[in-house]
């Protein structure tokens, strides 16, 4: 992933002088990116453990991961 990240940054400045004819970090790595992480499994996983409901029901269930996403939850994830 990092040198995903890396080709993306060095090809930024060439692209940002000259426009498109320079092609985005994207279109080199993205490829290598893809073959190295074919092998990462995202079909359905059950859980470790028992699954506890949350006090508070639904509103808490969706309120959880806005609180997380913009850094102001108060409950340990």
């Given at each position: 992933?990092?040198?995903?990240?890396?080709?993306?940054?060095?090809?930024?400045?060439?692209?940002?002088?000259?426009?498109?004819?320079?092609?985005?970090?994207?279109?080199?790595?993205?490829?290598?990116?893809?073959?190295?992480l074919?092998?990462?499994?995202?079909?359905h996983?059950?859980?470790?453990?028992?699954?506890?409901?949350?006090s508070?029901?639904?509103?808490?269930?969706?309120?959880?991961?806005?609180?997380?996403?913009?850094?102001t939850?108060?409950?340990?994830?």
């Amino acid at each position: 992933m990092g040198s995903y990240k890396s080709e993306l940054a060095r090809s930024a400045e060439p692209r940002a002088a000259h426009g498109p004819a320079v092609p985005d970090g994207a279109a080199t790595a993205g490829p290598r990116l893809v073959r190295l992480l074919h092998h990462v499994t995202t079909a359905h996983q059950p859980t470790w453990g028992p699954a506890q409901p949350l006090s508070g029901g639904e509103e808490q269930w969706r309120r959880v991961p806005h609180e997380v996403a913009v850094g102001t939850n108060r409950f340990p994830v």
